[in-house]
């Protein structure tokens, strides 16, 4: 594909509601991140895939967040009982491959909880 | 774990004058050092990167320095243009050992006309 797209865009959802974030990565990337970006601050590191391998998880804030990637291309962040202080933009990046270095980044998605 | 550090915070220049952003990381370890350029409900864009083994890199009105002993790097940008208006983010990776990104808090660029 032309970039890392994601979906949806906007997310508002109700305190203890459950959300699905989506990621497609650039096609052919084999390494994947997801990043949490609280407003006004960099992103922060939640986990990274390569292929269908979650190789590291340890940015996850809680077991209420889950990802997947199945196949090793589109990838999902799970997040149960979803609670204020989840509220953020949730970016995800993919690049060719291990030490390849250049993240390309998907335009986020920002999840609202009320 | 790595920390970097990021200043200013905020940055204003004339059009045309040359803007600096300096980072400092803690890990020695650390060995890719990129740039990011995040405009208003976009994700950050890949605008210059550097490795460990290069001490100076340049791109058109952007460059990076890099100084390992020190271990801090820092991006130039010359002849600002209004366009250039953006958050930029540093990070560190100590790549192929874990490739994430450990991102600094940004820096705000304002390029006046």
């Known amino acids: 594909g032309a970039g890392v797209s994601q979906s949806p865009r906007y997310k508002v959802a109700k305190r203890g509601q459950d959300v699905a974030l989506r990621c497609d990565p650039i096609s052919g990337h084999v390494s994947l991140f997801w990043y949490q970006q609280a407003l006004g601050q960099g992103p922060e590191f939640l986990t990274y895939?390569?292929?269908?391998?979650?190789?590291?998880k340890s940015g996850l804030p809680s077991d209420r967040f889950f990802a997947e990637r199945p196949e090793g291309s589109v990838s999902t962040l799970k997040i149960q009982r979803t609670q204020q202080e989840d509220s953020a933009v949730y970016l995800c990046?993919?690049?060719?491959?291990?030490?390849?270095?250049?993240?390309?980044f998907g335009p986020g998605t920002r999840l609202l909880v009320l | 774990g790595e920390n970097v550090e990021q200043h200013p915070s905020t940055l204003s220049v004339q059009e045309g004058d040359s803007a600096v952003i300096k980072c400092t990381y803690s890990d020695s370890a650390s060995n890719y050092f990129p740039w990011y350029k995040q405009e208003l409900g976009k994700g950050p864009q890949l605008i210059i990167d550097?490795?460990?083994?290069?001490g100076e890199k340049k791109d058109q009105r952007i460059a990076v320095t890099l100084n390992k002993t020190a271990k801090h790097f820092s991006l130039h940008i010359t002849e600002t243009q209004p366009e250039d208006s953006a958050v930029y983010f540093c990070a560190a990776s100590p790549l192929y050992n874990t490739d994430k990104l450990i991102f600094g808090t940004g820096t705000r660029l304002q390029v006046f006309p």
């Open positions: 550097i490795r460990s083994n290069v």
């Open positions: 990046a993919s690049t060719r491959g291990t030490g390849s270095g250049d993240q390309y």
């Open positions: 895939f390569q292929n269908e391998a979650q190789l590291d």
